[in-house]
């Protein structure tokens, strides 16, 4: 399969069996996820093998990748293009992460005005990711 072809396989599969979303992870704020969780071992070697990312094993059946920050931004924007029904939620996360952690030093503490729109982020994907 060629590049192009496999990203759009993959898109498919995160559009049906994945999720993209900011998440609150404690004292630093919020983090860009995207997760895809299926049954078939195969499926998920063939995806971290064109887009590393974290392969684990939960409750004996289910396999998942995750990627997270700077990962998830270069996952969306490669599977961007061929997205139909993520494709808002996908827009979403690749601005809160540019508007709100890009570039940032983790070490400094977010301000409330960063807390409020981080969180606002947080609800349009949780929003988004409801339908």
């Known amino acids: 399969m060629e590049a192009n072809e496999s990203l759009a396989y993959i898109a498919g599969i995160l559009d049906g069996e994945g999720c993209i979303g900011v998440y609150s992870n404690g004292a630093t ?3 860009l996820t995207v997760v895809i969780t299926n049954l078939c071992e195969e499926l998920i070697d063939y995806i971290d093998a064109c887009l590393p990312g974290c392969k684990y094993s939960r ?10 920050g700077r990962d998830a931004v270069l996952v969306i924007e490669l599977l961007l293009p061929y997205l139909i029904v993520k494709k808002d939620v996908a827009e979403v996360a690749l601005e809160f992460y540019y508007t709100c952690i890009d570039g940032r030093v983790r070490t400094l503490a977010i301000t409330e005005a960063e807390r409020i729109l981080r969180n606002s982020y947080m609800a349009r994907t949780k929003e988004l990711n409801s339908h």
Do not use: A, M, Q
């Open 59 to 68: 409750r004996d059946k289910y396999f998942e990748l995750h990627w997270h």
């Open 29 to 31: 704020g919020n983090s």
